[in-house]
């Protein structure tokens, strides 16, 4: 069975600092990973997904890599600001199966202090 | 496109009572998740659909809870003599349902439910 560990739970850190956000994973027999983010009350937003061939992908300031062997991921975001605050979510299809079903850590809480 | 949207967006309830969320998904997506959240934990899935056929249900689901989707395109999920532990966002996501490594689902707002 398919567990996703976050860690930490949360975080504050002043603007302007780069900052790393774990993700860890116990079947590395995945086909993909997916980092989320979560505002307050609201929907997900689908930030990066990592294909399984893949070790890391870029968007703008995020950076997120992948190790399957390890079973990890990481999140990196650069330069932070008060707008990156919000709920992170690391999630994965559930393992063996391709019918996209995902498994959800429980986030990381990311509080910028401006 | 406007993208996967949800109804309401709140619901308040008292304990007891049935009520009916809608989930509109991306207009050419075949497949239709149904997710729950509670405070302070990541989603937990309930249920999906591949077009009009439900494949799979959660144990989360009791008997209380049934899933629709009867042409294929928007969904249904009902919660019958609602209890507070069903207080929870109900959240739908979407997806082209081709397959494959690079396909991510699109998730809604989110229904808020809270059970008085």
């Known amino acids: 069975k398919q567990e996703v560990t976050q860690i930490p739970a949360a975080l504050s850190v002043p603007e302007g600092e780069n900052l790393v956000l774990n993700c860890s994973f116990t079947d590395s027999a995945i086909y993909n990973l997916q980092w989320f983010r979560q505002d307050p009350g609201k929907g997900l937003t689908s930030l990066l997904l990592i294909q399984s061939s893949q070790r890391e992908q870029t968007s703008g300031r995020l950076n997120a890599s992948l190790d399957k062997s390890s079973g990890r991921s990481t999140l990196y975001i650069a330069a932070s600001q008060p707008g990156d605050s919000a709920t992170y979510l690391c999630a994965v299809p559930r393992n063996r199966h391709r019918d996209d079903k995902i498994i959800f850590g429980k986030g990381t809480r990311l509080h910028i202090l401006p | 496109d406007t993208g996967v949207s949800q109804d309401p967006r709140h619901k308040i309830t008292k304990r007891g009572q049935n009520v009916t969320f809608r989930c509109d998904p991306i207009?050419?997506?075949?497949?239709l998740y149904w997710y729950r959240q509670t405070l302070g934990q990541g989603p937990e899935f309930l249920t999906y659909?591949?077009?009009?056929?439900?494949?799979?249900k959660s144990r989360l689901l009791s008997d209380r809870f049934s899933a629709e989707r009867p042409k294929g395109s928007f969904s249904t999920l009902e919660i019958q003599r609602t209890e507070q532990g069903d207080s929870a966002m109900y959240l739908c996501?979407?997806?082209?349902?081709?397959?494959?490594?690079?396909?991510?689902?699109?998730f809604g707002p989110g229904t808020r439910l809270l059970v008085l």
């Open positions: 659909f591949q077009n009009e056929a439900q494949l799979e």
């Open positions: 207009s050419e997506h075949n497949r």
């Open positions: 996501a979407s997806s082209l349902g081709a397959g494959g490594p690079q396909e991510t689902q699109y």
